[in-house]
């Protein structure tokens, strides 16, 4: 009985110990589960079940990687994935309440008009895809805007519900990826690995009322401070976004000062593109959120500003050029109730309002990189308005007006302008690369063959506008170089006149000494005070006799080279001397 009562607690013991073993290796892999969900080959029109918390998971089992488990390290999505799971973790009291994040769905269909959606919460987005999915065609585009500062809650919900890419998330917050951790420089990464992912920039001019009559000096230090403020108010995005509390508030990337009155604010549009079982989404996130009187303050407005009706800063609009779009303003306007009023407002922040009112929807609905053309020549206005702005201030700069009247160029503009230039060049060959291919191969592209030649002839068309771009934004940076050249030689050239001229100076200096050297030495030595000198009765006219003949020496020293002359005198006595002994 007690072998058979040992027998029977053993196998107990062994029962319970397979048990927590398997409950230990479920809990290790339970973090992973997610994320094998997400890395699995699946085809792109599978449909995939993914919760937002799961979603987050997988982000951070991917962050969790290191470089003795995976060849994929995930070091660079630390503080994305620590973003993505605050809203999941109960104990953290820190993390803000839910804020609204403006998210707006438009849909593209071959036969029907298109619909848009404004949805208001994550759980309104999965239930507004599901009304969506029952109703639109198979063959139909769907953009996704996503505006401003972003939500945790938000992002693991989009994310989920489209199978988004998380390096979608993670470059349009690049400038969160190394906040408090190492820069592990990861961006920007090669071609390959970008052909969904597409990056826009566009720029909001601006002018200060209150900046009128400064010099230089104080235009540099306006820069200099721009660029303090700037920093500061990077921080506040990044606290702002880590504590849940500007949701929506706009997103600024740059902050450049052109001259004492105007001034310019960069920022990004992020483009995703998936397919789907109902066609292609194709995500935009816009900087522009609210508008930028909210949130964090940042250099371009003051707290003065936010508290008067009327600020002093002015906000120039994008100036499109279509085609007669003034006869079509009819056609053009956005519907009042949509409107948007404020003193601060941006052209951008109307991108979502009525997209593509003017392009073919039935075209939009079978070619998603047709369906982006609205971004892209939004873009590209807005970048010929700055080259405009540059080439007006350079132009001050290195005109012919400004040499003639003897004023010199400021190098510390041209290079300010030039690094500006260089940036907006090197986004501007990645935008054509981009375009060249119509996003990629993996890209939908229409079928008919009528509908395929318009969208071409759409590409063509804004293909030719960045080359364009581009090749105005190389000849304003060659500039900028050709004046610092300038500048440069300048600089050369007055320093070498006033060489000469201290030069000339010196040399007059020099004749001075030849007349009074002499006669100092003759004063000198009548002035001894030495027995034959102090006892003898000298007349006046022995000092001059005594000096003149030494002056006259000098000056032919002067005159004539002195050394060149001993030479000659030399080598005429050596030829005298050997003919003598010839003789």
Not at 259 to 282: A, K, L, V
Not at 294 to 320: C, L, N
Request: proline share 4%; hydrophobic share 35%; charged share 20%.
């Amino acid at each position: 009985m007690e072998k058979a009562s040992d027998s029977s607690t053993a196998r107990i013991a062994a029962s319970l110990k397979t048990q927590e073993l398997l409950t230990g290796s479920r809990q290790i892999n339970a973090a992973n589960k997610s994320a094998e969900q997400l890395q699995a080959p699946q085809a792109l029109n599978t449909p995939r079940s993914l919760t937002p918390q799961g979603y987050a998971e997988a982000v951070t089992a991917h962050a969790k990687q290191d470089t003795e488990a995976s060849l994929y390290p995930g070091h660079n999505f630390e503080n994305f994935a620590s973003f993505l799971l605050r809203p999941f973790e109960e104990t953290h009291s820190t993390y803000g309440a839910q804020k609204d994040f403006p998210v707006t769905q438009y849909d593209f269909c071959m036969s029907k008009p298109k619909q848009r959606y404004t949805i208001t919460t994550p759980e309104d987005l999965a239930r507004k895809r599901e009304d969506a999915l029952q109703s639109v065609e198979t063959n139909s585009t769907s953009i996704l805007f996503l505006r401003g500062q972003p939500s945790a809650s938000w992002l693991s919900a989009i994310g989920a519900k489209y199978y988004v890419d998380p390096e979608y998330f993670q470059r349009h917050l690049d400038f969160r990826s190394i906040a408090g951790r190492l820069n592990y420089f990861p961006l920007p990464s090669l071609p390959s690995s970008s052909a969904h992912l597409i990056k826009l920039r566009y720029t909001t001019i601006l002018q200060s009322g209150k900046r009128k009559g400064f010099d230089q000096a104080t235009i540099d230090s306006l820069r200099l401070e721009g660029t303090k403020a700037f920093d500061r108010y990077m921080h506040s995005v990044n606290q702002s976004i880590e504590k849940n509390i500007g949701s929506g508030d706009s997103i600024v990337r740059a902050y450049n000062v052109h001259d004492e009155t105007h001034f310019s604010i960069e920022q990004d549009i992020s483009i995703y593109m998936n397919r789907t079982t109902s066609g292609p989404i194709c995500l935009v996130w816009l900087d522009t959120g609210n508008d930028l009187t909210h949130g964090p303050e940042g250099p371009w407005f003051t707290s003065e500003d936010r508290h008067i009706a009327w600020p002093s800063i002015i906000v120039y609009p994008t100036i499109q050029h279509q085609p007669q779009v003034s006869l079509k303003s009819h056609r053009t306007s956005i519907d009042r109730d949509a409107r948007r009023t404020s003193s601060f407002a941006q052209s951008s922040s109307l991108l979502h309002l009525d997209y593509g009112k003017l392009h073919d929807s039935s075209l939009m609905a079978c070619d998603p990189f047709y369906a982006l053309d609205e971004l892209f020549k939004f873009c590209a206005n807005s970048e010929i308005q700055l080259l405009n702005l540059i080439e007006s201030k350079l132009s001050r700069e290195t005109g012919y007006a400004l040499l003639s009247s003897g004023q010199n160029s400021q190098l510390s503009n041209l290079l300010y302008n030039q690094d500006i230039l260089d940036e907006h060049e090197k986004r501007l060959r990645d935008n054509i690369e981009i375009i060249r291919v119509r996003g990629g191969l993996k890209w939908p592209r229409a079928s008919q063959q009528d509908m395929e030649q318009k969208a071409e002839a759409a590409a063509n068309a804004i293909l030719k506008d960045y080359e364009y771009l581009l090749s105005r934004t190389v000849a304003l940076s060659e500039r900028c170089r050709r004046g610092m050249t300038v500048i440069m030689s300048n600089a050369t050239i007055a320093e070498s006149k006033r060489a000469i001229a201290q030069a000339e100076e010196v040399t007059k200096l020099t004749r001075l000494a030849f007349l009074f050297i002499p006669v100092s030495f003759t004063t000198s030595f009548f002035g001894m005070n030495l027995a034959p000198v102090v006892g003898g009765t000298y007349s006046l006219w022995l000092w001059a006799l005594t000096s003149i003949p030494i002056m006259v020496v000098s000056i032919v020293a002067l005159l004539y080279d002195v050394s060149a002359l001993a030479r000659r005198s030399v080598s005429f006595a050596q030829r005298v001397l050997r003919r003598l002994r010839r003789q």
